[in-house]
Structures are given as C-alpha cells and as structure tokens.
C-alpha cells in the first residue's frame, strides 16, 4: 500500500454539515512547491501550499477560471506565493477572474509573500507585502 500524500479526501462534520477537505488540510504542515520557471498556473492541488517562485527574472502566477483550474466551493482554495528569486512576481487572472487587493498584484522585494483566498465563484482576496498602490 502506498503511503498517504496529503491529496486524499475525508469527510468531516463542520457546524452540523457534511464536507469533504484534503488530509493536507487537517495538518499544520505547509507543502511548499519551488517553481523555476517564469509562470505558473495555479489549480486545486496547489490549495494550502507557499509556491515559492525562484526565479531571479520577472515572473507571474496565474488564477484560472473556477472551470479550467477545477477550483469550487468547500474545497481548499488559498495558497501563498513568495518571491524567493530576485524577480518580483506578478498575480495575473483570467477573463472573468476578479481579485481584490488594496494595493497592486505584485511582491514588494525578494521574500515577500501574498496571500490569495478564494472567497466565492472566480472571486478571490489578494493580500501581503506587495508594491504600493
């Protein structure tokens, strides 16, 4: 049998309803996923990760639709990124996405985090050490 990865679902009772959550959710474990590359589109099973991009060039994350990132509701849909490289990173979205942010889509410096949670269909909250408005 193969060992558990986190990716498996359970059922749990929250305020007397029914929901399904990832085992990883349960933890208080954050997986981290280091990203080389110059983009990455987030999905499903990046929820409850840190996505550190390294590299040392401009880079960007990209939030799908709810659809072409199979994101829905009850299920785990937040996620941080961080700048580890020297490039500043970039949230970009989708047509029909919306994020909310009191300042700009874009980390501050290297080492900086956002912070995005989904907060309802194709709506998400963007929050962090970000680039001033």
Request: with cysteine; aromatic share 6%.
């Amino acid at each position: 049998m193969a060992g558990l990865d986190g990716s498996e679902l359970v059922e749990v009772i929250k305020n007397g309803v029914k929901i399904l959550v990832q085992l990883r959710d349960l933890s208080n474990r954050v997986r981290i996923i280091e990203h080389e590359g110059t983009s990455r589109k987030v999905r499903i099973s990046d929820g409850g990760a840190r996505i550190r991009m390294m590299n040392d060039g401009a880079s960007s994350v990209v939030i799908p639709t709810d659809a072409d990132g199979s994101f829905e509701d009850g299920a785990p849909n937040a996620f941080e990124v961080e700048q580890a490289g020297a490039g500043a990173v970039t949230i970009l979205f989708a047509a029909g996405v919306t994020v909310d942010t009191a300042e700009t889509l874009v980390t501050a410096k290297q080492f900086a985090v956002l912070y995005l949670v989904r907060v309802g269909a194709n709506h998400w909250h963007c929050s962090g050490y970000q680039v001033a408005a």
